[in-house]
């Protein structure tokens, strides 16, 4: 099953990506496709044409997504201000643990990017060992990005997922999922997570279908047990 994303350019391309899903006992792959196309045609056109083929199993337009700002943007740096850890009794659940509440998941932040240097966040990230310890601009574990330590800009294939956002959204959601715990600032609602940052959006807060399934993908095939996007769309995307 091949779901198709679409958007304009001057060339005509297929970019396969494979997903693996578990549903019941069976395992079913699915191949996602990005047409880039030129002006020939219109989206709705091909669009059509794909799904007359019977080849593909869903195609859409590469849909738009913004951040999710009801988050708020500001990066409050005392616990006494962060009111939500009150609000939905965080602190007592805290109390019925034995262990950091994070302790042992892997939370892949697609968004923004993510300051991995920030003092209340950097011993939080996590840390792909076999990039740390491997040789600087080569790509080590075979994953097409070289030097992701701590996670990968999706946009440009690189491994700097810094937070490219003036608000510094993707490091205010990583916060708030990880900070750490006692060390003189904000305390994370799940402090001891570790945060594997992927960027896939810009500067403006706009991210595309495309770039999210490359994210998610990303995120599965590295390892991650949940994924966090705090954005959204008006438009229904099966994919």
Not at 15 to 39: C, L, M, P, W
Not at 69 to 95: C, F, H, P, S, V
Not at 98 to 103: E, H, I, K, M, V
Request: with cysteine; hydrophobic share 35%.
């Amino acid at each position: 099953m091949n779901e198709i994303t679409s958007a304009y350019n001057d060339a005509y391309t297929f970019n396969n990506v494979k997903e693996i899903f578990r549903t019941g006992e069976e395992d079913e792959v699915y191949y996602s496709a990005q047409v880039v196309h030129d002006r020939l045609y219109s989206d709705d056109d091909l669009i059509m044409a794909l799904k007359s083929g019977g080849i593909f199993g869903v195609v859409e337009k590469d849909h738009e997504f913004r951040v999710d700002e009801k988050t708020g943007l500001t990066m409050d740096t005392y616990m006494k201000d962060q009111w939500y850890l009150d609000r939905t009794d965080a602190k007592k659940a805290w109390d019925m643990l034995q262990n950091s509440p994070g302790d042992g998941v892997v939370v892949a932040v697609i968004d923004t990017g993510v300051n991995y240097s920030h003092p209340d966040i950097k011993s939080n990230m996590w840390i792909n060992e076999k990039e740390y310890y491997g040789i600087p601009g080569y790509d080590d574990d075979g994953n097409g990005i070289a030097d992701d330590i701590y996670g990968a800009d999706i946009i440009e294939g690189t491994g700097d997922p810094s937070d490219c956002d003036e608000s510094g959204h993707g490091t205010h959601v990583a916060g708030i999922i990880a900070m750490t715990a006692g060390n003189g600032g904000g305390c994370g609602i799940a402090y001891g997570t570790r945060i594997m940052a992927i960027k896939a959006g810009n500067s403006d807060g706009k991210f595309y279908m495309s770039d999210i399934v490359n994210a998610v993908h990303y995120a599965v095939t590295m390892g991650a047990d949940v994924i966090n996007m705090s954005l959204g769309t008006y438009v229904e995307s099966d994919i």
